[in-house]
């Protein structure tokens, strides 16, 4: 990939599902430990439009992975209002990790930051019932979103960068940005970290612009999960 960090123009040679991009997309940002499994769970979901993973949630100036300060450990989610509601995510949230103990390190523990007073209503009645259904103290900080810094490119689509012959549909095609901004990329690593059905792999993969190696590839691993 080329150091290139330009974000506007997308290559000539777009996957087909990324030249689909719906004109209005609205964030959620979530902390439930080790990031790179809530970018490949949220990756794969219908409606999700782009995941990152960052550190978020503390005064650390230029966070790093091995220089952290009192950042979380954060996904970033951009989904599509109209298929995906905030609600949805919130229950995937919160079923998938577990709020009711303090986390030991701060990197890891259970947040959300809000991006408008819905969000925040959502949050904030959704933890009570959490707590009432959990019968249990529940410690997730719901906060403000203030400043997102993303995590270096070997965190983004974790389980995909370890797939050689899946990062070489990508590579010469995208720069580092337009991988991580990529929903071809968000799916594929969804995918490949055993979220997601075969039903709506095989629904979507035509748009992935994938060669027939790589294509067959995917889905023989998806369908090999039974
Ligand atoms: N399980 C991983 C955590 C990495 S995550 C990005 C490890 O053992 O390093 O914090």
Same mark, same amino acid.
């Given at each position: 990939m080329s150091p290139s960090k330009n974000l506007q123009a997308a290559p000539a040679n777009t996957l087909p599902l990324d030249? %689909?991009?719906? =004109?209005n997309t609205e964030t959620a940002t979530f902390c439930m430990g080790c990031f790179w499994s809530p970018d490949a769970r949220f990756g794969c979901l219908?409606? @999700? @439009?782009r995941t990152r993973v960052g550190y978020t949630g503390?005064? &650390? $100036?230029?966070?790093?992975?091995?220089? $952290?300060? /009192?950042h979380i450990e954060t996904v970033q989610v951009d989904y599509d209002p109209n298929q995906l509601s905030y609600a949805e995510l919130l229950d995937i949230f919160w079923l998938n990790h577990d709020p009711t103990r303090p986390s030991v390190k701060r990197q890891y523990m259970s947040a959300a930051f809000y991006h408008s007073d819905e969000q925040k209503q959502l949050l904030e009645e959704t933890k009570k019932r959490e707590s009432e259904k959990q019968n249990s103290e529940i410690y997730t900080e719901i906060a403000p979103i203030q400043q997102f810094y993303l995590a270096e /490119?070997?965190? %983004?689509?974790y389980r995909l960068r370890g797939d050689r012959d899946l990062m070489q549909e990508f590579e010469g095609v995208y720069t580092d940005a337009q991988f991580i901004n990529s929903t071809v990329a968000a799916r594929t690593n969804g995918y490949l970290s055993g979220y997601g059905q075969l039903s709506s792999l095989q629904k979507e993969i &035509? =748009? !992935?612009? !994938?060669s027939d190696t790589a294509r067959q590839k995917l889905q023989k691993i998806v369908a090999s999960r039974g």
């Open positions: 030249a %689909q991009m719906p =004109e219908p409606g @999700v @439009v503390g005064t &650390k $100036l230029n966070p790093t992975y091995y220089s $952290l300060g /009192d /490119d070997y965190h %983004q689509k &035509k =748009e !992935f612009g !994938f």
